[in-house]
Nanobody, 120 residues
Framework: VQLQASGGGLVQPGGSLNLSCTASVRTSEFYAVGWLRQAPGKEREGVGCVSTVGGRSYYSNSALDRFTVSVDNAKNTVYLQMNSLKLEDTAVYYC??????????????WGQGTLVTVSS
C-alpha cells in the first residue's frame, strides 16, 4: 500500500487548505479512509476519518466543525478540507487507510505526509 499526500504549504491563521492523497490500492476495498497528523514534538494523532460503507465518520475535538474528510473511490483519492486554520494545526499530515477502524486509533496503513504550516 502506497499513500502519497500533497497540497500542504504555508497558510495564514483563518485560511483554508485542501489536502489530497492518492492511494496505490482501491480505497473502496478498505473499511475507512482518513487523516493523521504529527505536530513538532508531539505524537501522531488521528484527525478524522470516514467509512467507505455505512456512513460512519469520526473527527477529533480539534478538527470537528472545521475539517472534512472525503473520498473519491473512482480516483482512489482521499481529501482533507481544512477551514479556519489555527497556529496549532501546524503539522505533517498523513492520509491513512484501515480495514477495521474509523476512530481516533485508525491508521493501519499510512504513507508519506505533507507539511502544513499555519503562520502569520
Amino acid at each position: 500500500v502506497q499513500l502519497q499526500a500533497s497540497g500542504g504549504g504555508l497558510v495564514q491563521p483563518g485560511g483554508s487548505l485542501n489536502l489530497s492523497c492518492t492511494a496505490s490500492v482501491r480505497t473502496s476495498e478498505f473499511y475507512a479512509v482518513g487523516w493523521l497528523r504529527q505536530a513538532p514534538g508531539k505524537e501522531r494523532e488521528g484527525v478524522g476519518c470516514v467509512s467507505t460503507v455505512g456512513g460512519r465518520s469520526y473527527y477529533s475535538n480539534s478538527a470537528l466543525d472545521r475539517f472534512t474528510v472525503s473520498v473519491d473511490n473512482a480516483k482512489n483519492t482521499v481529501y482533507l478540507q481544512m477551514n479556519s486554520l489555527k497556529l496549532e494545526d501546524t503539522a505533517v499530515y498523513y492520509c491513512a487507510l484501515d480495514n477495521y477502524l474509523c476512530g481516533p486509533s485508525m491508521g493501519e496503513y499510512w504513507g508519506q505526509g505533507t507539511l502544513v504550516t499555519v503562520s502569520s
